[in-house]
């Protein structure tokens, strides 16, 4: 696969948007994953001769964050919380069971190139642990049940809404909308229970509302 | 006790000094002095791994914790800046620091391969050392050690062990602060974190090898010397580089006669602590091809021969002869001196000359002006402090690589402008953030005029290189530039023998430091310094190399004494043969060259590592070093000529020793005062396609013979025009293009790039790409070109 | 008497639009900004100073002093970094509130680089949650839109660009330097202080870095003044916070509430704990600070009432466990991230953690000693106080503030482990 003209010139509009080119750089690797679904030698190159660095020194930013994947995800990422919290609440347990669904181990894609599998780390949901994410949207208080459903439901081409986020898309979508390019769903909703604990106990007690 | 902080620390008048307490031992030191560096001056040793006092501190390896009163944590005393009264205690003498440091160490050593034993930093490695005495007996660490794949290439020559590394980033800081070529990098993180390059693409850069000088353990080795040796079966000799004009200072490590390997000696002056990778790593040219005995033709072949017979032999063949002296731009001081004093006294010519390559009156009036015998004139240190540095016909890290180094390092610190008037952009000036004003060869002078404006009230210097010499006018407008705006000039020439031959007189109408052959008062002075009457000095001006070799072809010469010159340098080199087939020619050399099938008598020299003596770097600082192999018995060049000259009824003053001759060129003391340069114009410019370029660092020269892995490293060969050129003369980036002269042509790839217009640029001695040997002319020519289709 | 929760970032979290300006405004949105504008930069510092307002990014550093420390007229640029990297186990209240309510920080942004004279500010927010980059991408630009950011602002003379930045999953890039590294488009490792980022930040120009709570807590403040927010919390920790309470309660979530609330009435707001078993540890804010007991539930929290019981208040997004917990699984996965989190600058974090997970994966195993208890609190000895950055610190800190209520629990996976054999 090749970086295509388009793609360069969103590359530089990345750049654009900072006092320092530079500055872009993760963004652009974020857009480059969107493109190539990983980040490529290509994407590498590409990036550093846009931003004027050697490959090392991109290839050194690459290699230093999670997100950047050496090789091809799935379609789909799925990502199970096992930090504690997650683990304790049932994290581990749903980690087991997508990874025997899939037959795939940590950072693993399956043969079909449907899912990449992914322990990852605390999510910033803790409140809703356990926690998966599907492309990186969050999947809140799984269940093994439901973490299987998703996974079926994803390969049968279901729609499937993430709890707090988008519709789900694919992988390669939702790294282009990381990059830092609109996909005009901003507005699906996303507000739970969790989120409106406190709220909702201050109406409660206050026995008004607003 | 109170010590008192020496020259080395950051500029400060006295009411900058802090007094602060280290182990209870007051220091004054100006503010901003780092902690690790006060103690060092106390002689305390805080044990250190990322900290190197050339880099910026990163106090990443934690192994300089120190206790500081007042201070909750134990502090890296290699970021620490002192203040007033701080109190700052050490391993020495708190429990805090030591414990601190323990445990760094114990940490460095978990997975740390045990392989001592077979590692070339064994012997000589600070963790090693460090884990002997603040390391612990045993280790507490039951599980596997990381692992990575065994050493691998960072480039042809360097290669990295991955699972020795202390991650202390010197080998990454050096590549991208002090080089500039920041390909080698931390990659990865936490645990896994470790040194690389990116895939398929080697550490480039002409200054590799000071990355294995400076890793604290053995993760960085070199090709060369892998597995050669121990650091203590080492015989270690300092010395001074001979390849360029740079001056390094060397330490050069030998085991029984053989040189194993060399590195950058630390001078604060000149190279600092680094070095290039030819200096470090071309070396067995000391070696190879050595003329073992003297040889003496009969019967049209070379044959051995003893001394006695062979010094009778050139003797004869140099007796009453029309003669003439072509000593290359590789001797010491004191050889070229006794060359200088051959040539007048014993063979009563002035013909002689050092410069076997492009050279023109101008710049031999610019050199006896401006150069000989001035002593050390513009300096490293004047070219860090300068506001503006103008470069012309001279690309400093091709030509002279410190000289680049110590630019880079002024233009980072914000202190420093360089301008090159130079025929093509390269990474060096583009490292150097240069202001490059790309001129068509020939057109030099014009683009110098115009510095005024940049140069008026700025303390500027000017450097002018070796290529200047084939540039009409260019060295009167440099002169003139600085006359008008007060900049400094400093002459670099690209090989290391050049400027002392300079200095000893080694032109045709130069006597020793700067004294001229046509003034009776220098005359004087010099034949009293020989101890000789002054009619033994001629008077008659003598000819240039170019009028030698003519003279030669047309008979006018009989004899020529060469010493360490190459015909293929040299576009007339057809000429050069056909002289040399014509006259007796007496070759001292120590290796097989292209003189030697011409040569009546050759004479063995000792290789550099084999005598003392002295280098004149291009400041006109004096390099003075002994032999590397003391043992050695081989002649020195002064001593060659001197049996010689004995042999022609010539007695000095001196026996021709290495000391001697030193102390009679002191003796001459030094120019005070530049003269009067007679000032040429500018012929008009060149019309049509001309060729420029430059000699690559690492190219065909013949002192880098018989070193693969260097050459491996040397920069791609191409053509290079700009791509209006390109287009008017139907090339294609990509494809081959031929280069035509009227006596032959060069094929090479052709890469469009920054040129100056109508100029294709070459480089000169690489592989594919000799351009004195294929195309037989100087830079500055008319060529002609055309598309050599697809590679 | 109970102290009370007081909504004030989240009062309007159950609108449909919360997120939108239209939603903002409703209620009073970018009100403040008008407000800032008449008080000056310097009116501004002030009524923050005043305020007492302490970072919510876990350090408590008073912000209007942090502010004050950027140097004024040195002639070069000045910026804005929002801090919203949230990546501490435990922490979860910052992604929220960009989801939720993204305006109250695009406008706590403005006014906060109005203060601090930068034109340029950016928020960093976590790259492995697109949604709350979304709806603050969304929020900036509809406040470009509506001519609240860009060039003179509502004509008060004063520019600001804000880019909304994602990074790439890396908890050390919430290391306010690391995050600069990062920003600039680097390896996110910590740099050396000094220069503190007030004088040479971003682009070695003075930066102010606060996190995203702190910086939407700011709005308000300019409203409803310094006393106002001041008549919350204690004198030393003055004010409102998020409070995430995770873990084993009926009702995890969002509380927002002063300073000075006690667990246990968190707890209780929470619908207690969630299968009515007893509470066996909590902590007070993120994975890097050390775990309390039951013992603690009614000390209030607050920076210095937690340092007094030998902790920190941290994130203030306490979690909570009750005796199903295994509090060795708990370290091991903390120590776990660290070493995967370790950034590797440093000797001590990063062979410290490898040592530590490389012992505890044994103790999972059954092929621990008990000797090795003593060697981790050696080994975080060794890491605690000497690493580059606090995340060191941090990797030092679950195993033995666990050792310290939970000693008996460790041997008995040790022996057990032992007898298993
Ligand atoms: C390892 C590490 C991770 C951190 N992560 C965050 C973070 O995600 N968000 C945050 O606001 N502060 C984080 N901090 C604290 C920041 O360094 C800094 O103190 C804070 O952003 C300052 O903002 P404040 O004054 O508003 O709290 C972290 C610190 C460390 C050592
Ligand atoms: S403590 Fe050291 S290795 Fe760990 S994150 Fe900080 S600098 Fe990096
Ligand atoms: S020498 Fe000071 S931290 Fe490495």
């Known amino acids: 696969m090749t970086i295509s003209e388009q793609t360069k010139i969103e590359l530089r509009e990345l750049m654009s948007r900072y006092p320092q080119s530079r500055s872009a750089l993760l963004p652009m690797l974020h857009l480059v994953q969107s493109v190539e679904g990983y980040v490529s030698q290509e994407g590498i190159e590409v990036c550093a001769v846009e931003v004027g660095l050697s490959t090392a020194e991109v290839s050194a930013v690459a290699s230093f964050y999670t997100m950047f994947k050496r090789y091809p995800v799935g379609k789909h990422h799925i990502g199970v919380c096992t930090n504690s919290m997650c683990a304790l609440l049932g994290g581990d347990n749903i980690w087991r069971t997508l990874s025997k669904e899939l037959d795939a181990g940590h950072d693993e894609t399956t043969a079909d190139s449907m899912f990449t599998l992914e322990r990852i780390e605390c999510q910033a949901a803790c409140t809703h642990a356990p926690v998966m994410t599907v492309n990186w949207e969050f999947m809140d208080d799984m269940t093994e049940q439901k973490a299987a459903q998703v996974v079926s439901d994803l390969r049968a081409g279901k729609d499937l809404q993430a709890t707090r986020g988008a519709k789900v898309r694919t992988f390669k979508d939702v790294q282009r909308t990381i990059a830092g390019f609109d996909d005009g769903l901003v507005d699906e909703p996303s507000i739970d229970a969790s989120m409106l604990a406190g709220l909702n106990e201050f109406k409660n007690s206050t026995k008004g509302g607003k | 006790m109170t010590i008192l902080a020496n020259s080395n620390q950051p500029k400060s008048n006295d009411n900058d000094l802090i007094t602060a307490v280290i182990d209870g031992i007051a220091v004054r030191v100006p503010k901003g002095t780092l902690a690790i560096r006060a103690a060092e001056m106390l002689g305390i040793e805080i044990p250190r791994f990322c900290d190197h006092p050339a880099l910026s501190p990163v106090a990443a390896c934690r192994m300089c914790l120190v206790e500081i009163e007042g201070m909750p944590k134990p502090q890296p005393s290699c970021a620490i800046t002192l203040t007033e ?545 003391q043992e050695s018995l081989a002649l020195t060049d002064a001593r060659v000529l001197h049996l010689i000259a004995i042999e022609l009824g010539h007695t000095f003053k001196d026996d021709a020793k290495v000391t001697s001759l030193r102390s009679s060129y002191s003796s001459l003391g030094a120019v005070s005062k530049p003269g009067t340069m007679n000032l040429v114009a500018a012929s008009t410019t060149k019309t049509g396609l001309v060729l420029a370029g430059w000699h690559h660092l690492l190219d065909n020269g013949s002192l880098q013979a018989g070193e693969p892995h260097l050459a491996a490293t040397a920069r791609a060969v191409v053509a290079k025009v700009s791509s209006e050129t390109a287009q008017a003369n139907g090339l294609i980036s990509g494809n081959r293009v031929i280069v035509r002269s009227k006596l032959g042509a060069i094929t090479l790839p052709l890469e469009i790039s920054e040129v100056a217009p109508e100029t294709i640029w070459l480089p000169l001695n690489s592989e594919g790409s000799s351009v004195a040997m294929q195309l037989q002319i100087d830079i500055g020519a008319e060529v002609s070109v055309s598309d050599g289709g697809a590679i | 008497m109970t102290t009370p929760l007081v909504p004030n970032l989240t009062l309007h979290w159950d609108d449909a639009d919360s997120h939108t300006l239209t939603g903002y405004q409703r209620h009073g949105g970018y009100s403040a900004l008008k407000k800032a504008f008449t008080a000056g930069a310097d009116g501004v510092i002030q009524i923050v100073k005043d305020s007492g307002l302490r970072g919510r990014g876990g350090a408590g550093f008073p912000t209007g002093m942090k502010w004050g420390f950027v140097p004024q007229n040195d002639g070069k640029p000045h910026y804005l970094v929002v801090n919203a990297d949230e990546s501490e186990p435990g922490a979860c209240k910052d992604i929220p509130l960009m989801i939720a309510n993204p305006h109250s920080l695009v406008e706590g942004v403005i006014i906060s680089s109005f203060a601090i004279r930068a034109n340029h500010a950016f928020i960093y927010i976590r790259g492995e949650t697109p949604h709350p980059i979304r709806r603050v991408r969304a929020a900036v630009a509809a406040a470009y839109q509506a001519g609240l950011l860009g060039k003179n602002i509502q004509g008060s003379g004063f520019d600001l660009d804000v880019v909304v930045h994602s990074g790439a999953g890396a908890y050390i890039c919430g290391e306010e330097t690391a995050l600069l590294d990062s920003l600039e488009g680097r390896r996110g490792q910590p740099r050396l202080k000094p220069p503190f980022p007030a004088v040479a930040g971003l682009y070695a120009s003075p930066t102010v870095i606060n996190n995203a709570e702190t910086i939407a807590s700011v709005p308000a403040i300019i409203n409803n003044g310094a006393d106002w927010y001041k008549s919350y919390g204690t004198e030393k920790s003055p004010g409102i916070k998020l409070f995430a309470v995770s873990g084993h309660v009926k009702r995890p979530g969002i509380y927002e509430a002063p300073l000075g609330i006690t667990m246990r009435e968190l707890i209780t707001y929470a619908g207690g704990m969630k299968s009515d078993l007893p509470l066996k540890f909590w902590i007070p804010g993120g994975s890097s600070v050390p775990m309390l007991t039951a013992d603690h539930l009614d000390i209030p929290l607050t920076y210095e009432d937690m340092a007094a019981a030998g902790t920190m208040l941290g994130t203030g997004t306490p979690m909570v466990f009750d005796t199903s917990t295994s509090v060795v699984k708990a370290v091991i996965r903390w120590i776990e991230f660290y070493k995967h989190e370790s950034c590797g600058k440093c000797t001590p974090c990063r062979e410290g953690t490898y040592w530590m997970v490389d012992i505890l994966k044994r103790m999972e195993k059954g092929k621990a000693q008990l000797s090795d208890m003593d060697l981790l609190v050696d080994i975080s000895a060794q890491i605690s106080g000497r690493s580059f950055c606090a995340l060191g610190d941090a990797a030092a800190t679950p195993f033995p503030a666990a050792l310290k209520y939970f000693k008996e629990e460790f041997e008995e996976v040790i022996k057990m482990a032992g007898a298993q054999a």
């Open chain 2, 85 to 629: 009264g701080m109190q700052v205690k050490t391993q020495n003498s708190s429990q805090v620091a030591s414990s601190a440091q323990e445990g760094v160490m114990e940490f460095l050593l978990l997975n740390h391969p045990l392989d001592c034993p077979t590692c070339d930093k064994g012997g000589e490695c600070p963790l090693q050392n460090q884990a002997m005495s603040n390391g612990r007996a045993d280790s507490r660490f039951e599980g596997t050690k990381r692992n990575f794949q065994k050493a691998i290439n960072i480039n042809a020559q360097v290669l990295l062990d991955r699972e020795r590394c202390v991650s202390c980033a010197r080998c990454t800081r050096f590549a991208d602060e002090i080089a500039g070529d920041p390909s080698l990098e931390l990659l990865e993180r936490g645990a896994k974190q470790q040194v690389g390059v990116a895939d398929d693409q080697p550490f480039e850069s002409y200054y590799s090898g000071n990355t294995v000088q400076i890793c604290p353990v053995g993760a960085l080795t070199s090709a060369a010397y892998r597995f050669r040796a121990r650091p203590f079966d080492l015989v270690s000799s300092e010395s001074v580089c001979e390849h360029c004009a740079s001056g390094c200072s060397l330490r050069t490590d030998s085991r029984r006669g053989k040189v194993l390997r060399r590195l950058a000696g630390d001078d604060s002056e000149v190279n600092e602590e680094w070095n290039c990778d030819k200096g470090r790593f071309a070396f067995r040219h000391l070696m190879q091809d050595r003329i073992t005995t003297p040889l003496v033709r009969e019967h049209g072949e070379l044959r051995p021969a003893s001394w006695p017979e062979a010094i009778r032999y050139a003797a004869e063949g140099l007796r009453n002869q029309r003669a003439a002296v072509l000593a290359g731009g590789r001797l010491t001081l004191e050889d070229a001196y006794a060359y200088s004093r051959f040539a007048r006294v014993a063979l009563g010519t002035n013909n002689v000359d050092f410069r076997n390559r492009t050279a023109s009156s101008e710049e031999q009036d610019f050199l006896t002006n401006h150069v000989a015998g001035t002593g050390l004139g513009v300096t490293y240190q004047d070219l860090e402090d300068a506001q503006v540095v103008v470069v012309i016909g001279f690309e400093p890290e091709e030509e002279s690589p410190i000289i680049m180094l110590r630019l880079r390092k002024a233009v980072r610190n914000k202190t420093l402008k360089v301008i090159a008037i130079d025929s093509a952009n390269s990474l060096g000036f583009k490292k150097l953030n240069a202001d490059l004003r790309l001129t068509k060869p020939g057109n030099e002078s014009a683009a110098i005029s115009e510095l005024i404006k940049d140069l008026q009230d700025q303390n500027s210097i000017i450097l002018v290189g070796e290529r200047l010499a084939s540039s009409h006018g260019a060295f009167s407008a440099t002169v003139a530039v600085a006359e008008k705006v007060g900049a400094r000039i400093g002459w670099v020439p690209r090989r290391a023998g050049e400027r002392a031959a300079v200095d000893a007189g080694l032109l045709p109408n130069l006597l020793p430091a700067g004294r001229k052959v046509f003034e009776p008062r220098d005359r004087e002075v010099v034949a009293s310094a020989w101890g000789v009457s002054v009619e033994h000095i001629p008077t008659k001006p003598g000819l240039t190399q170019l009028e030698i070799i003519s003279s030669a072809v047309q008979g006018e010469i009989d004899a020529i004494v060469t010493a360490g010159v190459d015909i293929n340098d040299v576009a007339n080199h057809a000429a050069f043969a056909a002289a040399l087939n014509k006259t007796f020619v007496v070759s001292l050399e120590n290796r097989a060259s292209s003189v030697i099938e011409f040569a009546d008598v050759v004479l063995p020299v000792g290789a550099i590592t084999e005598r003392a003596g002295t280098f004149v770097d291009w400041e006109g600082r004096l390099r003075t070093f002994d032999a590397v192999m």
